[in-house]
């Protein structure tokens, strides 16, 4: 359905970016991780990336007026006309609002599919996260190891755990989304955006979910 624009929301750990990727594929759209571009800014050293690890290591948001200067160049993109699945952003009223105002002209966002996963399984998932430095699959330790310990089943990449997925970030990243990212699910479901997902099951069984909701 090309011409469609999805907003996955969701604790860190509830599967978007996997997710993500599975929904954009099957809509035939393009995908942008808001962590994905800071952790790309990282990587090149640039202002912005540097301005960002300091809060993504301890597990804050970067502040509004950034993020938000992101990820609107993403979104006016001409590329993104024919529709897109956006993971992690926004996270704040401020930047749901700014999105709202940028798409005012073009429809809007059609559709908010809000996975929920409970604290506990959100910190079993977290905090045996692995990622490829080259190409960021993402493994688990207990749930989803790589064939060989500490190298990438896809491309060879050594894999390694976030700052961010250390127990003290993680614990303040569950804290983070209570505070500043929950208050969306009630800002979109009052707009009658918003589609509940439970995402606990199977990464198939989610991913089934996410589809249907979007068909
Ligand atoms: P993620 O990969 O989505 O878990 O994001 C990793 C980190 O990037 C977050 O913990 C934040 O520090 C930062 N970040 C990503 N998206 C946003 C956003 N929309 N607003 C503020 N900070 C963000």
Not at 156 to 182: C, H
Request: glycine share 10%; aromatic share 6%.
């Amino acid at each position: 359905m090309p011409g469609l624009k999805v907003i996955l929301l969701g604790p860190p750990g509830a599967g978007k970016g996997t997710q993500a990727a599975r929904v954009s594929d099957k809509l035939g759209v393009t995908r942008v991780s808001s962590g994905d571009l800071f952790r790309g800014h990282q990587q090149k050293d640039t202002e912005l990336g540097r301005l960002a690890r300091s809060y993504m290591e301890r597990g804050a948001l970067v502040p509004d007026e950034v993020t938000i200067k992101m990820l609107m160049a993403w979104v006016k993109d001409p590329r993104q006309a024919q529709g897109f699945v956006i993971d992690g952003f926004p996270r704040t009223l401020t930047q749901a609002e700014a999105l709202d105002t940028e798409l005012a002209n073009s429809g809007g966002i059609d559709k908010v599919l809000h996975i929920h996963v409970s604290d506990e399984e959100l910190i079993r998932r977290l905090s045996g996260r692995l990622i490829c430095r080259q190409c960021q699959t993402p493994f688990h330790s207990e749930f989803s190891p790589p064939a060989e310990p500490g190298k990438c089943d896809n491309c060879g990449g050594e894999l390694f755990q976030r700052a961010d997925d250390m127990p003290e970030a993680v614990l303040k990243r569950i804290e983070v989304y209570a505070n500043e990212t929950k208050p969306l699910v009630r800002y979109y479901k009052e707009k009658g955006k918003l589609v509940e997902i439970n995402g606990e099951g199977s990464i198939e069984e989610v991913g089934q979910a996410l589809i249907e909701a979007i068909s």
